[in-house]
Every structure is written in structure tokens, then in C-alpha cells.
């Protein structure tokens, strides 16, 4: 309980907001000039960033904490120096507008207990410097995703479930304003002209958002979550996303250089897998990525990160990915890593992929190893790019080795569900054989799949590029068994 609020005197607001303060992008809209000083607030409180109260019955606490911590920000606003605040170093400016607002709560309501206190000015400072009320849901790191369905749905995908979050934002006014905030940084813009966007948030998370008059009810953002630190290869064992003789295989097939495409759904786990298998190029590899929104993090020293430009507003400049992987193979690349495959690049990259860039990779969105194959050769064929069916297939089949396919299963479990080798070509069609896989056996009681991994038995046909490169695996891994079960 909130003590003391009742009695706040709330003096009427003498200075007016400093609409154009860069600390005031997402002012709260001003208190009535004759904020009477005692009871309860009259308008019904926005109610930014309430983590653990429901939406729905505004509680008297809530409305006196809401307004207090409206007063207190746009005493904060009032009391900044403008020239001094864009000259500060930012961390400097944290600070001092830290000790200004706990200042100013002793001084509002000097009864706040030491807890209110704390949470009053940290929601402060979030919505001064960073991302209001979505600053405590990125804070979380057991979620994956963020989905804001308009400033009061919003949903979570927290430890595989989908949830609703009791974070909500004040208005569509405020939802947009922290869109903007979003990608303003990055050098992006949202507006009716250009209703989508994609963006990277400081934390490396991918950020997407689609505003009216595209998303019919309300601003629509999509976040998905990295942590603060990327899964590693540990990680995922332990999650049982793979086991180790499949990450063995993995292990040497990255070291040997093989071309590997990472298939999967949506939100398989593919970028986490594309990060996690990187750790194994070797660190005098110069690699270069080429991603729509930046979100591999790469350990290796020696990487250069490129990223596409989407057209200005009168619709030039573009950069598209077909342009990128031009301009890498000029920059003397030993590997390119392609975020994701998704049009006219992909022909660029199987060309790359066989003429001396082996040990490049991509991800393509597929629900199967073969599937893959035929959306990268949609994709080519979309973009308008005329080859015969069969000269491409033969290019696929001698550029890819090898495809990971990830899988979100029932329930949430993210698993590799099959790897399987590019052989070569029969006739038209090209031929695989898989080497690892999971099979689904069924659904337990909690409504998750469950299931085993398997070697199927098939030793891959390039078990003499692996010894060659100093990575040979035993024959016995590929022995036919069970693996694992979960
Ligand atoms: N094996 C795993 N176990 C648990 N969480 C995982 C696993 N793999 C990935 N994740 C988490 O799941 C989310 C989705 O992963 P990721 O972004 O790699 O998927 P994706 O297939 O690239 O998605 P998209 O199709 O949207 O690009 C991320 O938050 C990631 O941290
Ligand atoms: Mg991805």
C-alpha cells in the first residue's frame, strides 16, 4: 500500500512542459492547471507502467501513484537546463537526473517507504531516458517475445507459453511515442508514409512495428528477445535442443568449412542456432554478415557487419541484400553469414557459396529440410531471375552440404528435428539423406511434445572434408540407435 497520498499537496504547475526537451518525448499530458491540492485526481489516471496490477479496476493507490508520478516528471522536465542536457555524457545525465527526482520525491511526498520510492524513480528514469513501461518487460530475461497488440494488449512468450502481460501503455499517443523513441535511434521513421518498420534495440533484440492505418486497431510492435547474452552451445544442450553427437557433427561441419543452411518456422530457434554454430569459425576467418535488421552477435574478432537500408521517403537509396552480397564478395570474405534468405540474395549466395567462400551460411523459413530447397528456389524464381530448373538445382546441390532444420514443438520445447546431408543430384530432383533427427512420439500430460533423438544410421558422404580439415568424427557416431529421449 502507497502510503501517505492522499494528503500530497500537489501545487498547480507554474512552468509549462518543455515539449521539444529531448528528456520530454513522452511527456504525460499535463495535470489540470488547478490540480486541486488533497483527494483523488479527477481524469482517470494513465496508467503507464503498472507490472503488477490488472488493467482493469483502477485502484485509489494506483491513481494517487500514477499522479504523483506525473507531477514529479513534469517537475523533472521543468527543472532540466536544456543546454546542458544535450552536452552531458549520458551516463553523467542519468545520474544527476537520478538525485533531481529522488530530491524531488522526499520533497513531494516525503512518507513514500523506501520500496515506492526506488520504483517511483526507476519508472522515472525509464520513461525520461528509456522505453517506459516496455523497459520492464526487456528487462525480463525469461521472455522471448513481445507482442504489443495496441497500448493495452500486450502478450508474452515466456519459458515457451504465451501470455497476457499487465504492462500496459497509457494511450496510442504514448505507444507511439516509444515507437518512435525506438527507431529514431537507429535512424528509422514511423510514420503514415512509412507504417512498418524494423529496428534493433541497445540490447541487440529485434524490433518490428506496424501503425495504423495498416494494423487496425492500434500500433502493433513485435520484439523478439535475445538476453542479455546469446544462448551458447551449453545452453542448448542443456535445453535438449540437440545432443552432443549431433552437436558434433555440427561442430565439424562449421570447422570444415561446409556450406549449411538453417531451416525452420517462425521463431525455431534459427537465428540462435546461426549465432551459436558461429562460435566455431575460426578466429582468423574474416566473415562478413548481411542481415534486414541487425541481430547475429558474433564472437569472433574479425567480423564485419552489414545491414540493408530500406528506401527514404521518396521511395530511393534502398539497399537491398542482392546489393550487400555484391559488394561482400569485393571485401575479400573467407564466409558470409546471411541473417535470412528471403528473395533475390539467395541466388547471390549460392554463387558465393561455390566459388570460394565455403563455410558460408543462411536461414531460410521452411518446415522441412526439402521444403527449404524448394523455397530457396521459389525465391530465386520470384525475383524474376530465369534459369533453367534444373541448372539451378545442380548449383543448390553442389554449393549446400548440409541443412539444419529447428522446430518449435507443441508446447514450446525448440529442437533441431533434423540434419540432414545435400548429396547431389539424380535426374532432376536433388537427393539428401539425414543423418540425425527427433521424432515426435507424443504429448504429455502438460500438453508438450515429447519424443526422441535418433541417428539414422547413414554415415554423411563428407566424413573425408572433416578429416582433411582436421575435425574427422568417429563412424561410430552415426551408428543406428536412440540418443536421447524428452
Ligand atoms: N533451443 C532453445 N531453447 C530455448 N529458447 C530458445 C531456443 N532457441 C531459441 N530460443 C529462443 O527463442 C526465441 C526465438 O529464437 P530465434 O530468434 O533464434 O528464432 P528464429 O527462427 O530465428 O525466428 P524468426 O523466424 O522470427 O527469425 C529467442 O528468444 C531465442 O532466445
Ligand atoms: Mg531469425
Redesign the pocket.
Known amino acids: 500500500m502507497l502510503k501517505g497520498f492522499g494528503r500530497t499537496p500537489f501545487g498547480p504547475r507554474t512552468t509549462p512542459g518543455l515539449g521539444a526537451a529531448p528528456t520530454s518525448a513522452d511527456e504525460p499530458p499535463p495535470l489540470p492547471s488547478e490540480a486541486p491540492p488533497p483527494p483523488k485526481p479527477t481524469p482517470p489516471p494513465p496508467a503507464a507502467a503498472r507490472p503488477r496490477e490488472a488493467p482493469k479496476e483502477p485502484n485509489p493507490a494506483d491513481e494517487a501513484y500514477e499522479t504523483l508520478k506525473r507531477h514529479i516528471h513534469m517537475r523533472l522536465v521543468d527543472r532540466l537546463d536544456l543546454n546542458r542536457v544535450t552536452e552531458m555524457d549520458p551516463s553523467t545525465l542519468r545520474g544527476e537526473v537520478r538525485n533531481v527526482v529522488e530530491h524531488l520525491c522526499d520533497s513531494e511526498n516525503p512518507l513514500l517507504n523506501r520500496n515506492e520510492r526506488m520504483r517511483l524513480v526507476n519508472e522515472i528514469l525509464d520513461e525520461t531516458f528509456g522505453f517506459g513501461p516496455l523497459e520492464l518487460l526487456l528487462k525480463d530475461e525469461k521472455i ?2 513481445i507482442m504489443i497488440n495496441g497500448p493495452r494488449k500486450i502478450f508474452v512468450e515466456k519459458e515457451g507459453r504465451i501470455q497476457r502481460s499487465e504492462v500496459v501503455f497509457r494511450d496510442d499517443e504514448h505507444l507511439l511515442q516509444i515507437i518512435d523513441r525506438i527507431v529514431s535511434r537507429v535512424g528509422r521513421r514511423v510514420d503514415e508514409a512509412s507504417p512498418m518498420v524494423d529496428a534493433r534495440l541497445p540490447n541487440g533484440s529485434r524490433f518490428n512495428a506496424i501503425i495504423p492505418p495498416l494494423s487496425l486497431d492500434g500500433a502493433t510492435v513485435t520484439i ?4 542479455s547474452r546469446p ?1 551458447t552451445k551449453d545452453d ?1 544442450l542443456r ?1 535438449k ?1 540437440f545432443t552432443p553427437e549431433m552437436l558434433a557433427l555440427m561442430e565439424a561441419a562449421m570447422r570444415a568449412r561446409l556450406n549449411i543452411i538453417i531451416s ?10 546461426l549465432n551459436t554454430l558461429s562460435s566455431f569459425i575460426q578466429p582468423d576467418h574474416r566473415v562478413i554478415t548481411i542481415e534486414d535488421a541487425a ?1 547475429l552477435q558474433l564472437q569472433q574478432d574479425h567480423v564485419v557487419r552489414l545491414e540493408t537500408r530500406p528506401p527514404n521517403i521518396e521511395g530511393r537509396g534502398a539497399v537491398t541484400a542482392t546489393d550487400l552480397v555484391k559488394n561482400a564478395l569485393r571485401m575479400r570474405p573467407d564466409r558470409i553469414i546471411i541473417g ?1 534468405c528471403r528473395g533475390a540474395e539467395t541466388l547471390d549466395m549460392i554463387q558465393a557459396m561455390n566459388t570460394g567462400h565455403e563455410g558460408s551460411m543462411t ?1 531460410v ?1 521452411a518446415n522441412s529440410p526439402r521444403d527449404a530447397l524448394s523455397r530457396l528456389e521459389t525465391m530465386i524464381s520470384m525475383a524474376g531471375l530465369e534459369l533453367p530448373i534444373r541448372a539451378l538445382r545442380s548449383q543448390f546441390a553442389s554449393a549446400i552440404d548440409l541443412i539444419i532444420q ?1 522446430s518449435r514443438l507443441q508446447g514450446g ?3 533441431v528435428v533434423s540434419i540432414s546431408e545435400v548429396i547431389g543430384m539424380e535426374g532432376d530432383m536433388i537427393i539428401m539423406q539425414e543423418i540425425f533427427a527427433f521424432r515426435q512420439l507424443g504429448i504429455d500430460g502438460n500438453s508438450r511434445a515429447y519424443g526422441e533423438f535418433i541417428a539414422t544410421g547413414v554415415r554423411p558422404t563428407f566424413m573425408d572434408r572433416l578429416e582433411y580439415a582436421g575435425c574427422a568424427l568417429a563412424p561410430d557416431l552415426f551408428r543406428a540407435r536412440t540418443l536421447l529421449k524428452d
Do not use: I, N, Q, V
Open positions: 522471448a517475445d523478439r528477445m535475445f538476453g544462448l542448448l535445453f535442443a525452420g518456422g517462425t521463431g525455431s530457434g534459427k537465428t540462435t542456432l541481430e535470412e536461414t523459413h529447428a520445447p525448440r529442437k
